[in-house]
């Protein structure tokens, strides 16, 4: 089975630019999650998706961030305009439900650098 | 304000020996209690999780402990190996969603 696939691996943008992530989940699972996870610290949820539908956003930076989930399926995460403090690890998760409790699946991580 | 801490950024055993890593927590509506391993430049794996209904979960070298009234668990690795060096979260989840609260993370060197 594939797991949570992610891109680009690494990026190194100037501030004020925009960036794109690329998430495509472990097929048949209808949750995915964003995190972000700035070096030291554990991962920070962004946005969590039930199919193409959000189910919690509240730690999202809404004027800067936005995520789309189309059909359900792969998923994109912007930055527009990006700031230093955007530097971190981006990870997706992916689970067959949304329940507490259960394993989420990780991808390897998108390194963004902003400089 | 955090609610799950890892006050432990690290940890150094001998390979053979047990390894404990603690993890505690401040809201008493978490159910369910996981942890994860990460190695560099990869993403969390789950290792194994416990519900607030038990106190204890087993899983080949892997125990979790769970002490609800301290708000306290820990994991026990016995015995551990070399393979097991990597960072460890705890994490947390509770009410109606399953987005998860990270701990910082212990980084475990298990020592040949």
């Known amino acids: 089975e594939a797991g949570v696939a992610q891109s680009p691996r690494y990026k190194i943008i100037e501030k004020r630019q925009s960036v794109a992530f690329w998430c495509n989940p472990i097929?048949?699972?209808?949750?995915l999650y964003w995190y972000q996870q700035i070096l030291g610290q554990g991962p920070k949820l962004l946005i969590q998706f039930q199919n193409n539908g959000v189910v919690d956003d509240s730690q999202l930076p809404k004027d800067r961030f936005s995520a789309e989930r189309l059909k359900g399926v792969d998923s994109t995460l912007k930055i527009q305009p990006a700031k230093l403090e955007d530097s971190a690890v981006y990870l997706c998760?992916?689970?067959?439900?949304?329940?507490?409790?259960?394993?989420?699946?990780f991808g390897p991580g998108t390194r963004l650098t902003v400089t | 304000d955090q609610q799950v801490k890892q006050n432990s950024p690290s940890l150094s055993v001998q390979e053979g020996r047990i390894s404990i890593l603690n993890c505690d927590y401040t809201n008493s509506m978490f159910d369910y209690f996981l942890w994860y391993k990460k190695y560099p430049a990869e993403g969390p794996t789950f290792l194994i999780s416990i519900s607030s209904i038990k106190d204890k979960n087993e899983d080949g070298r892997f125990t979790v402990f769970l002490n609800k009234s301290a708000k306290h668990l820990s994991l026990h690795i016995v015995p551990s190996q070399p393979g097991d060096s990597a960072v460890y979260f705890c994490?947390?989840?509770?009410?109606?969603?399953?987005?998860?609260?990270f701990g910082k993370g212990t980084k475990l060197s298990v020592k040949p």
């Open positions: 994490a947390a989840s509770g009410g109606s969603q399953g987005n998860l609260i």
């Open positions: 998760a992916s689970s067959v439900v949304g329940d507490p409790g259960i394993e989420q699946y």
């Open positions: 097929s048949g699972h209808a949750t």
